[in-house]
């Protein structure tokens, strides 16, 4: 189930919205399933109209305009519930169960022994994106004026809605379960890329940058460097009492035009795994001092070129995995023969990526830090070559590096324990990395067999990244192996069909069409325990009632 928690101040504005149309007409139907004991004496299921959903906002509003009481940052707490979509709708009784439930974990009711807060549930259909949800409105103002508590709500919100998707046998987002999720880009971004009439939100794109200047960095300075290098502004963090030690930074891009303000974002609101304290688990810690002047911009350093060969690189044996990994990282599946080496730097960077690829073999499907890593190595690894050959228009390779990423994160209290130790990661991966980026530049198209050499590379990572998928499949994270893996078999394969090698594209439409039948092959989940008989597992026709029992 979906959480989504916002605050404000206008209550009968924001009853009277979801009682309305919509923005796009997309709500049908807007009713109550559940609320306090008076408004539901008041109110039944019937559809609710502009004059109701006024009455119903003064009645939620009720308390806090009698006791007076004000709410720093707003009185009104609204939650949107979700179930993902393509899993149904539920009936009115179960969503009144659900909501109910809900109200009672975050501690609003009346169940703990203090006056309850005034609430509704608002049902209007499925979603744009279709999605069943229910929004939950509920006055932080208790009946004898007092303040409801919301600390560490949205926190709340989350352990509460796992409780319930167990409880009721829902979906079970696995993003929340394994403590893994990228920071969400919100619809107002949305609309304003839109506006502005970019590709994508401005976040999105420099979460990615960042990741790309972070994999092709080998320490701390190299990469603010980096950042400096791909053209976006950062500046440091420092802790209280001087300039002496670097705790956090913020990166922004740099202006289009003249007055155009300036838009910061730290690292932890771009991902998880881009706030200062995770990168820094990839980089020697000595060199963290050294770093400080370049921080501060007195000096102008740039990485001096890896050495010719990474130490340990591509010498990782071991026999392949057995299972879903074994298809992408076995002998067996085809990569094309190596071409006569003209660039040894292309060299380097494909033992580099084979002796990721055989360390993928070699590792277990249950070595989730392992494949968090790996995930992470190989996101950065596809923004670095997005990042020259996609520039500003995200394509295939952005989509990968962002399904990646999203592998890759963790919570903290999880991720402590999981940083990279060296290896055959380390200082290799940064110079695939620093390669890609300078490789895929605009004149690879005037040259045939620099381009057959991208590819080769191109091919690597894709059996590096379908490695990830498929021990994501054979784990709990399904949902995110199903993501991971259609974008190397049908986003990225398609993209680049034509310039896949033919044994290369033949490998990609057989394990496409592998994986289908494996999936078209698995028995039918049956009904999970306590899953209340009012699930439907697909949306009913329009002929059908809505399901209320009345």
């Known amino acids: 189930m979906i959480v989504r928690v916002t605050r404000g101040s206008g209550m009968t504005g924001l009853v009277q919205y979801l009682a309305g149309p919509g923005k796009r007409n997309e709500h049908a139907d807007p009713h109550l399933v559940a609320g306090d004991g008076a408004v539901m004496a008041w109110w039944d299921d ?123 046998g829902l979906t079970v987002i696995e993003s929340r379960q394994l403590g893994r999720g990228s920071v969400g880009v919100t619809g107002a971004e949305h609309n304003k890329a839109a506006r502005l009439g970019l590709p994508e939100p401005a976040r999105a794109t420099l979460a990615r940058t960042m990741r790309a200047a972070a994999a092709a960095s080998k320490d701390e300075a190299g990469f603010v460097g980096a950042v400096r290098d791909a053209g976006l502004l950062i500046r440091p963090r420092y802790a209280a009492g001087g300039t002496a030690a670097v705790v956090g930074y913020s990166v922004a891009a740099r202006p289009a035009t003249a007055g155009e303000p300036v838009v910061w974002f730290g690292g932890g609101r771009l991902d998880r795994d881009l706030t200062l304290p995770r990168l820094r688990e990839a980089w020697p810690a000595a060199g963290q001092q050294d770093a400080v002047g370049v921080w501060a911009g007195r000096t102008d350093r740039s990485e001096d070129p890896a050495p010719a060969a990474a130490a340990g690189v591509g010498r990782v044996g071991g026999a392949a995995a057995p299972g879903p990994v074994g298809e992408w990282g076995s002998a067996d599946f085809p990569l094309p023969l190596p071409l006569p080496v003209v660039d040894p730097e292309w060299a380097a960077t494909r033992e580099v990526l084979d002796g990721l690829r055989r360390q993928g073999r070699a590792r277990e499907v249950g070595d989730t830090a392992g494949w968090v890593r790996s995930a992470r190595d190989t996101a950065g690894l596809f923004a670095a070559m997005s990042a020259r050959v996609e520039g500003a228009v995200p394509g295939a390779l952005a989509r990968t590096s962002d399904q990646l990423a999203r592998v890759g994160q963790h ?71 199903r993501a991971v893996l259609a974008t190397v078999t049908r986003d990225l394969a398609d993209t680049y069909a034509e310039e896949l090698t033919a044994a290369g594209a033949r490998a990609y439409a057989q394990m496409h069409a592998t994986l289908d039948q494996r999936r078209a092959t698995r028995p039918a ?7 209340s008989s009012g699930y439907r597992p697909t949306p009913p026709p329009p002929t059908q009632s809505r399901g209320r029992g009345r």
């Not at 991966?429 to 991208?454: I, N, W």
């Open 411 to 481: 919570r903290a209290a999880q991720h402590r324990s999981w940083a990279r130790t060296g290896g055959a990661g380390g200082d290799g991966v940064a110079r695939a990395a620093r390669y890609l980026m300078r490789s895929t530049a605009g004149e690879s198209g005037e040259d045939r067999a620099r381009r057959e050499r991208e590819i080769e590379l191109l091919q690597a990572l894709m059996a590096m990244a379908g490695a990830v998928g498929a021990a994501l499949e054979a784990t709990a994270d399904a949902r995110q192996a």
């Open 46 to 168: 019937t559809e609710l109209n502009r004059p109701a959903a006024a009455r119903i906002g003064a009645h939620l509003d009720g308390a806090r305009r009698a006791s007076g009481t004000e709410v720093s940052g707003g009185h009104v707490w609204h939650a949107s519930l979700a179930l993902p979509a393509g899993d149904g709708q539920l009936t009115d009784q179960t969503w009144a169960a659900i909501t109910t439930g809900f109200v009672d974990a975050m501690g609003f009711s009346d169940t703990g022994g203090r006056a309850g807060c005034r609430w509704a549930a608002v049902r209007h259909g499925v979603s744009a994106g279709g999605n069943d949800h229910v929004h939950v409105v509920v006055s932080l103002v208790r009946e004898d004026g007092t303040k409801a508590d919301t600390w560490r709500d949205y926190a709340r919100a989350s352990t509460a809605a796992q409780e319930l998707e167990a409880r009721h």
């Open 525 to 531: 989940p049956t009904s999970a325990p306590g899953r």
